[in-house]
Protein backbone atom coordinates (compact mmCIF):
# COMPACT_ATOMS: atom_id res chain seq x y z
CA UNK A 1 0.00 0.00 0.00
CA UNK A 2 1.03 3.44 -0.87
CA UNK A 3 1.42 6.47 2.03
CA UNK A 4 -1.29 9.43 1.37
CA UNK A 5 1.58 11.72 1.53
CA UNK A 6 4.73 12.65 -0.35
CA UNK A 7 7.65 13.17 2.47
CA UNK A 8 11.26 14.83 2.26
CA UNK A 9 13.42 11.60 2.42
CA UNK A 10 10.23 9.50 1.91
CA UNK A 11 11.33 5.71 1.29
CA UNK A 12 8.92 5.44 -1.82
CA UNK A 13 11.36 3.76 -4.58
CA UNK A 14 13.71 2.21 -1.75
CA UNK A 15 11.29 0.99 0.44
CA UNK A 16 11.19 -2.68 -1.70
CA UNK A 17 14.68 -3.02 -1.15
CA UNK A 18 14.60 -2.19 2.43
CA UNK A 19 11.20 -5.09 3.28
CA UNK A 20 13.66 -7.84 1.28
CA UNK A 21 15.84 -7.27 3.52
CA UNK A 22 13.56 -7.23 6.81
CA UNK A 23 14.38 -11.14 8.83
CA UNK A 24 12.71 -14.22 7.84
CA UNK A 25 9.28 -14.09 9.11
CA UNK A 26 9.49 -10.13 10.35
CA UNK A 27 6.34 -9.94 11.09
CA UNK A 28 6.15 -12.21 14.32
CA UNK A 29 8.36 -9.41 15.42
CA UNK A 30 7.00 -6.06 16.99
CA UNK A 31 8.01 -3.82 14.28
CA UNK A 32 8.87 -0.05 16.02
CA UNK A 33 9.28 2.52 13.12
CA UNK A 34 11.17 5.22 14.34
CA UNK A 35 11.73 7.79 12.21
CA UNK A 36 8.09 7.61 10.54
CA UNK A 37 8.00 10.46 8.45
CA UNK A 38 5.43 9.38 6.00
CA UNK A 39 6.19 5.88 6.21
CA UNK A 40 6.73 4.35 2.90
CA UNK A 41 8.11 1.17 4.24
CA UNK A 42 5.13 0.82 7.04
CA UNK A 43 2.58 0.81 4.65
CA UNK A 44 4.43 -1.21 1.84
CA UNK A 45 5.05 -4.24 4.29
CA UNK A 46 2.56 -6.69 5.90
CA UNK A 47 1.11 -6.50 9.12
CA UNK A 48 2.90 -7.36 12.20
CA UNK A 49 1.74 -8.58 15.46
CA UNK A 50 2.40 -4.94 17.05
CA UNK A 51 2.96 -2.05 14.87
CA UNK A 52 4.80 1.73 15.99
CA UNK A 53 4.68 4.59 14.26
CA UNK A 54 6.85 7.11 15.80
CA UNK A 55 7.95 10.91 14.89
CA UNK A 56 9.14 13.99 16.68
CA UNK A 57 7.48 16.05 14.44
CA UNK A 58 4.14 16.98 16.26
CA UNK A 59 2.26 18.62 13.20
CA UNK A 60 3.08 15.49 11.33
CA UNK A 61 1.89 13.02 14.16
CA UNK A 62 -1.58 14.96 14.90
CA UNK A 63 -2.17 14.05 11.45
CA UNK A 64 -1.57 10.61 11.45
CA UNK A 65 -4.00 10.56 14.65
CA UNK A 66 -6.38 12.35 13.31
CA UNK A 67 -6.68 10.47 10.23
CA UNK A 68 -6.62 7.20 12.47
CA UNK A 69 -9.62 8.53 14.23
CA UNK A 70 -11.56 11.22 12.34
CA UNK A 71 -10.74 11.23 8.68
CA UNK A 72 -14.26 12.18 7.99
CA UNK A 73 -13.66 15.23 10.00
CA UNK A 74 -10.58 15.99 8.48
CA UNK A 75 -12.54 15.83 4.78
CA UNK A 76 -14.63 18.22 5.55
CA UNK A 77 -12.29 20.92 6.84
CA UNK A 78 -10.36 20.44 3.34
CA UNK A 79 -13.98 20.35 1.01
CA UNK A 80 -14.51 23.48 -0.98
CA UNK A 81 -10.49 24.31 -0.11
CA UNK A 82 -8.87 25.31 -3.97
CA UNK A 83 -5.47 24.48 -5.13
CA UNK A 84 -3.72 28.17 -5.10
CA UNK A 85 -0.87 30.07 -3.64
CA UNK A 86 -2.92 32.33 -1.73
CA UNK A 87 -4.53 29.90 0.29
CA UNK A 88 -1.39 28.23 0.56
CA UNK A 89 0.12 31.17 2.01
CA UNK A 90 -2.87 31.75 4.49
CA UNK A 91 -3.04 28.23 5.91
CA UNK A 92 0.96 28.85 6.84
CA UNK A 93 0.59 31.89 8.10
CA UNK A 94 -1.81 30.81 10.68
CA UNK A 95 -1.36 31.02 14.22
CA UNK A 96 -2.46 27.33 15.15
CA UNK A 97 -2.85 28.01 18.62
CA UNK A 98 -6.27 28.31 18.51
CA UNK A 99 -7.09 25.80 16.38
CA UNK A 100 -8.74 21.83 16.99
CA UNK A 101 -6.54 18.95 16.18
CA UNK A 102 -8.67 18.66 13.48
CA UNK A 103 -8.20 22.04 11.90
CA UNK A 104 -4.86 21.35 12.54
CA UNK A 105 -4.37 18.22 10.40
CA UNK A 106 -5.95 19.52 7.82
CA UNK A 107 -4.33 22.55 7.79
CA UNK A 108 -0.99 20.39 7.36
CA UNK A 109 -2.26 18.07 5.11
CA UNK A 110 -3.24 20.85 2.69
CA UNK A 111 0.17 22.08 3.23
CA UNK A 112 2.36 19.35 2.24
CA UNK A 113 0.15 18.19 -0.59
CA UNK A 114 0.71 21.69 -2.20
CA UNK A 115 4.02 22.26 -1.48
CA UNK A 116 7.05 21.84 -4.15
CA UNK A 117 8.45 18.48 -2.58
CA UNK A 118 6.81 18.40 0.22
CA UNK A 119 8.52 20.91 2.17
CA UNK A 120 5.26 22.58 3.91
CA UNK A 121 7.53 26.12 2.82
CA UNK A 122 6.36 27.08 -0.60
CA UNK A 123 3.98 26.42 -3.08
CA UNK A 124 4.43 23.69 -5.85
CA UNK A 125 2.85 24.65 -9.07
CA UNK A 126 1.03 21.55 -10.14
CA UNK A 127 -2.61 20.36 -11.21
CA UNK A 128 -3.94 18.95 -8.43
CA UNK A 129 -7.31 17.73 -6.46
CA UNK A 130 -6.44 19.28 -2.84
CA UNK A 131 -9.25 17.85 -1.66
CA UNK A 132 -8.91 13.97 -2.67
CA UNK A 133 -9.19 11.66 -0.10
CA UNK A 134 -9.49 8.47 -1.20
CA UNK A 135 -5.38 8.02 0.01
CA UNK A 136 -6.43 8.87 3.55
CA UNK A 137 -9.68 6.51 4.13
CA UNK A 138 -7.36 3.49 2.29
CA UNK A 139 -4.86 4.55 4.80
CA UNK A 140 -7.43 4.91 7.95
CA UNK A 141 -7.91 0.99 7.37
CA UNK A 142 -4.25 0.46 7.87
CA UNK A 143 -3.58 2.98 10.92
CA UNK A 144 -6.26 1.61 13.54
CA UNK A 145 -4.26 -1.37 14.12
CA UNK A 146 -0.77 1.19 14.52
CA UNK A 147 0.18 3.00 17.48
CA UNK A 148 0.93 6.25 16.87
CA UNK A 149 3.98 7.96 19.30
CA UNK A 150 5.54 11.52 18.98
CA UNK A 151 8.85 10.60 21.12
CA UNK A 152 12.39 11.38 20.10
CA UNK A 153 14.47 8.50 18.87
CA UNK A 154 16.19 8.44 22.71
CA UNK A 155 12.74 7.58 24.21
CA UNK A 156 11.45 4.99 21.72
CA UNK A 157 14.94 3.28 21.39
CA UNK A 158 14.78 2.97 24.93
CA UNK A 159 11.41 2.05 25.50
CA UNK A 160 11.06 -0.85 22.56
CA UNK A 161 15.09 -2.62 23.43
CA UNK A 162 13.82 -6.15 23.37
CA UNK A 163 14.91 -9.02 21.78
CA UNK A 164 11.46 -9.77 19.93
CA UNK A 165 11.36 -5.86 18.44
CA UNK A 166 12.49 -5.24 14.91
CA UNK A 167 13.46 -1.01 14.19
CA UNK A 168 13.34 0.18 11.40
CA UNK A 169 15.22 3.63 11.20
CA UNK A 170 15.01 6.03 8.81
CA UNK A 171 16.57 9.21 9.89
CA UNK A 172 17.94 12.87 8.56
CA UNK A 173 20.86 11.45 6.26
CA UNK A 174 24.11 13.04 7.45
CA UNK A 175 24.57 16.97 6.23
CA UNK A 176 20.48 17.01 5.36
CA UNK A 177 19.08 17.47 8.73
CA UNK A 178 18.10 21.05 8.34
CA UNK A 179 15.43 19.72 5.95
CA UNK A 180 12.94 18.38 8.80
CA UNK A 181 11.30 20.65 11.58
CA UNK A 182 12.39 19.19 14.60
CA UNK A 183 11.36 21.63 17.13
CA UNK A 184 13.87 22.37 19.66
CA UNK A 185 15.75 19.08 19.21
CA UNK A 186 18.81 19.66 17.16
CA UNK A 187 19.58 16.90 14.53
CA UNK A 188 24.00 17.05 14.49
CA UNK A 189 26.93 14.76 14.32
CA UNK A 190 26.42 14.02 18.12
CA UNK A 191 23.13 12.93 17.42
CA UNK A 192 23.88 10.58 14.63
CA UNK A 193 27.06 8.95 16.92
CA UNK A 194 24.24 8.59 19.82
CA UNK A 195 21.77 7.02 17.86
CA UNK A 196 24.68 4.04 16.84
CA UNK A 197 25.90 3.87 20.22
CA UNK A 198 22.25 3.32 21.26
CA UNK A 199 22.15 0.46 18.08
CA UNK A 200 25.19 -1.13 19.50
CA UNK A 201 23.71 -1.81 22.26
CA UNK A 202 19.99 -2.45 20.49
CA UNK A 203 18.83 -6.21 22.02
CA UNK A 204 16.76 -6.77 19.43
CA UNK A 205 17.54 -6.56 15.73
CA UNK A 206 17.64 -3.47 13.55
CA UNK A 207 17.54 -1.85 10.03
CA UNK A 208 18.99 1.43 9.33
CA UNK A 209 19.10 3.54 5.77
CA UNK A 210 21.30 6.64 5.76
CA UNK A 211 23.44 7.93 2.68
CA UNK A 212 25.92 6.77 1.72
CA UNK A 213 28.92 8.83 3.50
CA UNK A 214 31.89 8.00 4.80
CA UNK A 215 31.41 9.22 8.66
CA UNK A 216 28.25 6.94 8.69
CA UNK A 217 30.63 4.02 7.37
CA UNK A 218 32.78 4.70 10.20
CA UNK A 219 29.97 4.76 12.51
CA UNK A 220 28.24 1.57 11.57
CA UNK A 221 31.92 -0.59 10.35
CA UNK A 222 31.14 -3.20 12.52
CA UNK A 223 27.81 -3.74 11.46
CA UNK A 224 26.26 -5.26 7.60
CA UNK A 225 26.58 -2.38 5.67
CA UNK A 226 24.91 -3.42 2.14
CA UNK A 227 25.23 -0.06 -0.68
CA UNK A 228 22.21 0.51 -3.15
CA UNK A 229 21.72 2.73 -5.81
CA UNK A 230 18.31 4.95 -7.25
CA UNK A 231 17.27 6.87 -9.59
CA UNK A 232 17.49 10.52 -7.97
CA UNK A 233 14.36 12.78 -9.41
CA UNK A 234 16.25 16.09 -8.52
CA UNK A 235 19.39 15.16 -10.06
CA UNK A 236 19.61 14.75 -14.51
CA UNK A 237 22.43 15.26 -16.59
CA UNK A 238 21.80 15.01 -19.97
CA UNK A 239 18.04 14.52 -19.11
CA UNK A 240 18.62 11.02 -17.51
CA UNK A 241 18.67 10.95 -14.04
CA UNK A 242 21.73 10.25 -11.33
CA UNK A 243 22.20 7.56 -9.23
CA UNK A 244 22.29 8.46 -5.74
CA UNK A 245 23.68 5.72 -3.32
CA UNK A 246 22.46 4.96 0.01
CA UNK A 247 23.27 2.64 2.47
CA UNK A 248 21.26 -0.58 4.25
CA UNK A 249 23.23 -1.10 7.81
CA UNK A 250 21.62 -4.02 9.71
CA UNK A 251 22.75 -5.81 12.97
CA UNK A 252 21.82 -9.36 11.41
C1 LIG B 1 14.06 10.66 6.35
S1 LIG B 1 12.61 11.14 7.20
C2 LIG B 1 11.73 9.61 7.34
C3 LIG B 1 11.04 9.27 6.05
C4 LIG B 1 10.19 8.02 6.12
N1 LIG B 1 10.99 6.82 6.22
C5 LIG B 1 9.27 7.93 4.91
O1 LIG B 1 9.30 6.93 4.16
O2 LIG B 1 8.52 8.87 4.68
C6 LIG B 1 13.18 11.44 8.82
C7 LIG B 1 12.11 11.73 9.85
O3 LIG B 1 12.75 11.77 11.14
C8 LIG B 1 12.02 12.69 11.94
N2 LIG B 1 12.91 13.06 13.07
C9 LIG B 1 13.90 13.98 13.07
N3 LIG B 1 14.50 14.02 14.28
C10 LIG B 1 13.89 13.10 15.05
C11 LIG B 1 14.09 12.65 16.39
N4 LIG B 1 15.00 13.19 17.18
N5 LIG B 1 13.29 11.65 16.86
C12 LIG B 1 12.31 11.10 16.07
N6 LIG B 1 12.07 11.50 14.79
C13 LIG B 1 12.86 12.47 14.28
C14 LIG B 1 11.67 13.83 11.01
O4 LIG B 1 10.58 14.57 11.50
C15 LIG B 1 11.39 13.07 9.69
O5 LIG B 1 10.01 12.86 9.51
Known amino acids: MDSFIPWIGG ?5 KEIVNRFPENYTKYKYVEVFGGAAWVLFYKQESVLEIYNDI ?23 FVLNSREIFNEFKNQNTKYMTDIQR ?16 TTFGIKCRDISNMDAVYKIKDRL ?8 SFTDIIKQYNKEDVLLYLDPPYHNTEKFYDTSDFIFNEDTHTQLSNMLKE ?39 KNLFRELIIRNY
Open 11 to 15: KKLLR
Open 57 to 79: NGELVNLFRCVKYHAEAVEKELE
Open 105 to 120: AARYLYLIKASYGAKV
Open 144 to 151: SKVAVENK
Open 202 to 240: FKGKFLLSYNDDTYIRELYKDFNIEEVSRSNNLSITNGR
